[in-house]
């Protein structure tokens, strides 16, 4: 393929199945992407970088919703964000008789470093009116609620990954699924959204794919999966 873009790609919803498992189909599909590959999560740091690792791709990540950056290839770890803050959420979320809703070994949140993900299966109403007495907001991905610092977002680690790698943010095309993909989208060149994304993903999208969830990542880049 000539002139493929750099790619900006987020993970559940755009890389899983429809039971959120990554598709392997796309596995090769990265690898041998002609351009840098750079992958966008609300997931802590240890999934994408793990994803990249087994790929065999050079780990060029935005974990945590934009709270973490780390570009393997030139010694780039960042962190933004107010992890006290969120925890202080979370701890009066839990003082006010709700629970996170992960089992008592918290994977999701282990990892951790910026922001504290909650189960969507939570009422949300009172975590948004904790947050925004802390100054922090809740992003909903359609996997997770996400208590996040309102500065902190994918686009903006997005620009420092770009600019680690001497290129334009505008010079990437971004697939994603979610709300939590709208500032990339916003970032990139070309946005496009998956058929299954979410109503925020779907108005900031430049285009819509026909098909959803994997097949939708194929059909954004334009390479038949087959
Ligand atoms: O961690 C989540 O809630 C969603 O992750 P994603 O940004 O890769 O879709
Ligand atoms: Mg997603």
Redesign the pocket.
């Known amino acids: 393929m000539t002139d493929a873009p750099p790619l900006t790609i987020?993970?559940?919803?755009?890389l899983t199945d429809g039971q959120g498992a990554i598709d392997h189909r796309t596995l090769p599909a990265l690898r041998e992407w002609p351009a840098p590959v750079v992958i966008a999560?609300?997931k802590s740091m240890p999934y994408p970088i793990a994803l990249c690792h087994f790929v065999g791709i050079e780990g060029r990540v935005v974990a945590e919703n934009g709270g973490v950056v780390a570009v393997a290839d030139t010694d780039t770890l960042q962190f933004q964000g107010d992890r006290e803050a969120a925890l202080a959420v979370t701890d009066a979320y839990v003082e006010a008789g709700y629970s996170l809703g992960w089992s008592e070994v918290d994977f999701v949140n282990r990892w951790r470093e910026t922001e504290i993900a909650v189960a969507r299966e939570q009422p949300l109403e009172p975590l948004e009116s904790i947050a925004a007495d802390h100054g922090l907001e809740v992003v909903d991905?359609?996997?997770a609620y996400h208590v996040k610092s309102p500065d902190v977002s994918k686009g903006k680690g997005l620009e420092v990954v770009a600019g680690e790698l001497g290129l334009d943010p505008a010079a990437f095309l971004a697939i994603?699924?979610?709300e939590?993909?709208v500032s990339t989208f916003e970032v990139a060149g070309e946005a496009v959204a998956v058929a299954n994304a979410d109503d925020a993903a779907l108005a900031a999208a430049d285009r819509v794919t026909e098909a959803a969830y994997a097949d939708g990542f194929f059909e954004a880049i334009g390479l038949d999966p087959a």
Request: proline letters at 0%; aromatic letters at 6%; glycine letters at 26%.
């Open positions: 987020d993970v559940d919803g755009t999560t609300g991905t359609g996997y994603g699924d979610s939590n993909d």
